[in-house]
């Protein structure tokens, strides 16, 4: 075995860092799902009518979906009659303030590295912490609030802002639009909200840090940001899930809307418990994530970093329906060992002049299979469409697979659509030079690769990139055999 | 009309069709694959932008082998072009015709399949791989097995001439099974007619072997009538050190769908593909490519141009495999679209699924229109903008039409390509 290997050896064996999971009570619904439970959710979170209606509506239009099988991913059936689908830390009162926080639930926060203290507020970032399902702690509310900016837990936004949930809810992603959409539109338990009135710019990154703990619990957020005329708002998810040995699942819906002149920018590092290094355990990651540019000049941009989870099917879109209007698209897709990633994006161009950019870099090493999926679609009247796709995957080992399914749809004559695609592995000329100069094998990969995948680093927040950098490191250092 | 799809009356369906007592095996191997799939509906994958078994429902009335239609020699003679030398082999409706084909150039010999059983015939081009081999193995009436000598060279090319003519749309189902022996050359060329305007729907198979240090070159020219349907399965098994080269021109139909299909079986075999699809009316031209490269050292090009124009749709869909043992791949892929017209559509789909680390891969794909700085240089200098336009579709159009390399075709090729350049484009 070459020094090489070794080294991967070391870093694949190594065990997830943020593996454990802190004993805590727990208030959870019964297993199965069915119309009672729905119901019982609902009763819970003491919602309205309308929205129980939604969700059984939703319910109906699921128990008629299959299970998507088109994704480059293979995985056991998953019982979703044996899943829980609610929990929730048992509370009798809502917190007011940070001291009423159930203290071992802040160390879970500590030991991630995320606190919910002054030292966030210097750094400019309003967490709102989810944890299995309830929103527990939101800081900056008050500076937010002041620019009348709602950015809150979503079954909150449900109580204090139901005219605008019940506006955007299902808009961009509607009940019908897939299975795991369905599912979640039914069951969906908390996430989070965000509203910016129009003109507003929102002074700092929001940003949200999902966590699953208990067990046997699907984990179903919904995500709904709304940017009125003229505003902006950076959005941060940032995930990290102890160790488990059961697969869990996670459909989340992510929904997007931007009028006239607005721009959100969405930023995610994904890093769930992608199972052992004999593949065993996970997260299974099914994420429905899609924005809308509704008005002219308005622009939406994904930058994700995906790390984690067993399974990932995950493909984050941008209808483009406004004139001038422009989606974009930046990707890292790190798997190693046995995981399994099928991502991409959607770019569909209805309005004139839109455009689209998708940079999309697949790292596979191990075991592992990395595929990117995308669709770039102009349709009849969207007149001068430009798009430009780049999709390059690095293999590292030869027991790996990269694989690329763009689908290119042009119904317009004007439409300018360029899309490229690479595969290759680190080069030995690469790794000789650095060598060469005295830089070692394992810094010599580290620093190619991040290289590689900067284009796509650069586009994130300041302190989501040195997290990204970490994460990459930590994955990749010395994989190449 | 006849349901021929899965789920609906797919058993009726192949009760009205031709059976034929030879190749019991392959043909019961294929109605029981049939019996379980039927023919591909629009919600696969494969068939998505290509609705072709809707389009034989509603044209094709019978599925009865069409009947024999009257071939003249002078017939024959007006469809050669010019300046062509070598042996012609023709068809009547996807049945090869001895007294009218000559075969006389020395390096290969030419039997009918129900001569020569070959044990080759059927493996291929699997079933699995699409449910049209299916049908085409289930009522084929007869075809040819080509063999070239071991070592040499077939100086002349073969012209294969379909004349294509049916009533009410019966089907039409050429079968063709070539094997290119150890350190052998030959270049096919095919070309179909059509003998009038009515509606037909051929469903062609065709298998190659190419062994040892073999190569074959393999030009196709579609230019059919604007109501023809057809469907080809273009199957090759490609052995050590071999090459195969295939180009293929598509100018007019009403729906093409080929399924082209390179296994790189062995260590430095190439497998070259070329098409240009130069489209008007109302024709579809869905082009799939499958290249398998399966061991090492292996190398794969493929470049398919499309320009389209009125109601034409393209659809293209290269799919290209890289194995776990096919370690030191080159394999390179390119599509390039012009879009000239409103009401075009292009739907394509670059495909890599890769599992080996130590390859070369890449895939481009672009459409857009003609550049304007490009018309507007050449006007600058005195060039007409009709004339300027065509020189830059030209130029488009030439980059595939320089693969040709047997002459006289090429400037067949070329011409009408410049015909249709300068009329309707």
């Known amino acids: 075995m070459s020094k090489d290997n070794q080294i991967l050896e070391e870093l694949t064996s190594k065990d997830y860092e943020h593996g454990w999971s802190v004993d805590m009570e727990v208030d959870e619904a019964a297993t199965g799902l069915n119309e009672d439970i729905i119901k019982w959710i609902s009763a819970k979170k003491e919602e309205p009518q309308w929205l129980l209606e939604w969700r059984l509506k939703a319910f109906k239009t699921w128990q008629e979906m299959k299970e998507p099988d088109w994704a480059n991913v293979t995985y056991p059936k998953i019982d979703l009659q044996a899943l829980k689908y609610y929990s929730a830390p048992k509370k009798s009162n809502k917190p007011k303030s940070l001291d009423e926080i159930d203290p071992e639930l802040l160390q879970i926060y500590e030991r991630l590295g995320i606190s919910l203290n002054e030292q966030k507020k210097l750094q400019g970032i309003a967490v709102d912490a989810v944890l299995d399902s309830v ?30 949930v019940k506006k955007y809810l299902g808009s961009v992603v509607p009940i019908t639009d897939n299975y795991y959409a369905a599912l979640n539109s039914a069951v969906f338990s908390d996430g989070s909200f965000c509203y910016i009135p129009a003109g507003v710019r929102c002074p700092m990154e929001l940003s949200t840090y999902f966590r699953i703990n208990a067990a046997n619990t699907g984990q179903f957020e919904r995500t709904l940001i709304v940017a009125e005329e003229s505003s902006y708002v950076s959005y941060l998810e940032g995930c990290t899930a102890p160790q488990r040995d059961e697969n869990q699942l996670h459909a989340a819906v992510v929904e997007i809307y931007a009028a006239k002149h607005a721009e959100v920018k969405y930023s995610t590092v994904q890093n769930w418990f992608p199972g052992d290094k004999n593949g065993k355990g996970g997260i299974y990651n099914f994420v429905t994530k899609r924005g809308i540019c509704a008005g002219d000049y308005s622009k939406i941009s994904w930058t994700q970093v995906e790390t984690g989870s067993a399974v990932t099917w995950k493909y984050p879109s941008c209808i483009l329906k406004g004139d001038h209007s422009i989606g974009e698209f930046y990707s890292v897709a790190v798997t190693n060992n046995y995981q399994q990633a099928d991502t991409g994006t959607k770019m569909i161009h209805i309005g004139k002049n839109t455009k689209s950019r998708i940079v999309s870099k697949g790292i596979s090493a191990g075991k592992s299979q990395n595929s990117y999926r995308g669709q770039v679609q102009v349709m009849k009247r969207a007149t001068n469409a430009r798009n430009f796709s780049q999709c390059d995957s690095l293999l590292m080992g030869d027991r790996c697979g990269a694989h690329t399914f763009p689908y290119i749809d042009i119904q317009n004559p004007t439409a300018k659509v360029e899309h ?15 060598n060469q100069r005295g830089i070692a094998t394992e810094d010599a990969v580290a620093l190619i690769v991040n290289g590689y995948a900067k284009e796509v680093l650069n586009q994130l927040p300041m302190e989501f990139a040195v997290e990204a950098q970490k994460l990459l490191a930590l994955t990749l250092e010395g994989s190449v055999g | 009309m006849t349901t021929i799809t899965k789920n609906k009356a797919t058993d009726q369906f192949l009760e009205n069709i031709a059976y034929f007592s030879n190749f019991q095996e392959l043909r019961n191997e294929s109605l029981a694959f049939l019996k379980n799939t039927g023919l591909p509906h629009s919600k696969e994958e494969e068939y998505k932008f290509t609705q072709i078994s809707k389009k034989i429902e509603q044209n094709i009335s019978t599925f009865l082998a069409a009947d024999k239609i009257s071939i003249s020699a002078e017939l024959i003679k007006s469809n050669l072009f010019e300046g062509f030398e070598g042996d012609v082999v023709v068809f009547n409706n996807g049945l090869f015709i001895e007294e009218l084909s000559s075969i006389s150039s020395p390096g290969y010999t030419l039997s009918k399949l129900s001569d020569s059983n070959s044990e080759l015939l059927g493996s291929v081009a699997k079933i699995e791989n699409d449910p049209f081999v299916a049908l085409n193995n289930l009522s084929f009436e007869d075809g040819i097995h080509i063999k070239t000598e071991k070592g040499k060279k077939v100086e002349k090319p073969i012209l294969f001439l379909y004349f294509n003519q049916a009533n009410q749309g019966q089907i039409i189902q050429p079968r063709v099974l070539i094997e290119v022996a150890e350190n052998s050359e030959v270049t096919f060329i095919e070309n179909t007619v059509s003998q009038d305007e009515e509606t037909y729907f051929s469903n062609t198979v065709v298998e190659v072997k190419v062994a040892q240090n073999a190569h074959a070159y393999y030009y196709r020219l579609q230019n059919e009538n604007r109501k023809a349907i057809s469907v080809t399965n273009f199957a090759t098994d490609i052995h050590r ?13 009403d729906m093409l769908r080929n399924n082209l299909t390179l296994n790189l079986l062995d260590k430095g075999c190439v497998g070259n593909m070329y098409g240009l699809y130069l489209l008007n009316g109302k024709t579809h031209v869905d082009n799939h490519t499958n290249v398998d490269h399966t061991k090492p050292n292996s190398d794969s090009n493929e470049l398919y141009k499309g320009i389209l124009t009125d109601s034409a749709r393209g659809v293209f869909n290269g799919k290209i495999f890289v194995r776990q043992d096919a370690q030191k791949t080159n394999a390179f892929q390119q599509n390039n679209n012009i879009l000239l017209s409103e009401n075009a559509i292009i739907n394509t789909k670059p495909q890599l699924e890769i599992w080996a680390d130590d390859v070369k891969c890449s895939h481009g794909c672009t459409t857009g229109q003609l550049d304007e700085e490009a018309l507007f240089y050449l006007q600058a200098r005195g060039i007409g903008k009709e004339q300027a336009r065509g020189l830059l579709l030209y130029a488009v159009a030439g980059e595939v039409l320089e693969q040709i390399a047997y002459e006289p075709f090429k400037a067949y090729c070329i011409q009408l390509v410049e015909d249709r350049l300068g009329s309707s484009f």
Request: proline residues 2%; glycine residues 6%; contains cysteine.
């Open chain 1, 420 to 434: 490229e695609a690479t595969t290759s592995k680190i080069g030995e000329d690469q790794l000789f030079y650095c």
């Open chain 1, 135 to 164: 929103s527990v702690g939101t800081t900056f509310k008050h500076t937010l609030s002041k620019l009348g900016i709602v950015f809150c837990s979503f079954s909150e936004a449900v109580k204090e802002h139901p005219e605008l």
């Open chain 2, 241 to 253: 050190y071999a090459t195969f080269t295939s180009v293929a021109l598509q100018l007019q139909a």
